[in-house]
């Protein structure tokens, strides 16, 4: 599988995930719009998110976290 790259702030540089890591998911903002991320938690248990567009979201094949 191909590796995702998220930005970890803790240790502020560029990390690579494995793809089977990642999970889709959607958040709301207060003005009703719909932001598209990916999300992976860290081998110590810190989450990382990354938002991307739309068109990448979608063509991601991997499972949408409810």
């Not at 793809?19 to 860290?42: D, E, I, P």
């Amino acid at each position: 599988m191909a590796a995702i790259t998220f930005y970890d702030v803790k240790l502020r540089k560029k990390v690579s995930i494995d793809q089977s890591k990642v999970k889709k998911v959607t958040f709301t903002t207060k003005n009703g719009q719909l932001r598209y991320a990916l999300r992976a938690k860290t081998d110590d248990g810190r989450n990382l998110t990354k938002f991307v567009s739309k068109k990448d979201w979608e063509a991601l094949n991997v499972p949408e976290e409810k």
